[in-house]
């Protein structure tokens, strides 16, 4: 069974850096389209970043670009969230996704797989 692990997050100040981990239990991390979603409380899910298999082309929300990077470590089956320049609209529970497509999908329900969740929380 497919498991996606997820660590980081916490508490941090506005302007601060984080980054999020997500380790796949099975099979090979390059074979994988990963993504990052969030939830803010009384919203949807909504897309962040992802990374498609077998190439390292990336594609990130609006609201997200040139502060967040999505990478990946082969050797390691991990995917990373680099979260820089942090404000307080970007706290949220960071989710990692799995699909096995080559392309990106923004809508939740093309991700199968997903990891527990990762409380990220921006205030002063």
């Known amino acids: 069974q497919m498991q996606l692990a997820q660590s980081g997050g916490g508490l941090v100040q506005p302007g601060d850096s984080l980054r999020l981990s997500c380790s796949v239990s099975e099979g090979t991390i390059i074979s994988f389209t990963m993504a990052w979603f969030r939830q803010a409380p009384g919203k949807e899910r909504e897309f962040v970043a992802a990374?498609?298999?077998?190439?390292?082309?990336?594609r990130y929300a609006d609201s997200v670009k040139g502060r967040f990077t999505i990478s990946r470590n082969n050797g390691k089956n991990t995917v990373y969230l680099q979260m820089d320049n942090l404000k307080p609209e970007d706290t949220a529970v960071y989710y990692c996704?799995?699909?096995?497509?080559?392309?990106?999908?923004?809508?939740?329900?093309?991700?199968?797989?997903w990891g527990q969740g990762t409380q990220v929380t921006v205030s002063s």
């Open positions: 996704g799995l699909r096995v497509a080559g392309t990106v999908s923004t809508d939740p329900g093309g991700y199968k797989y």
């Open positions: 990374i498609i298999r077998t190439s390292s082309t990336s």
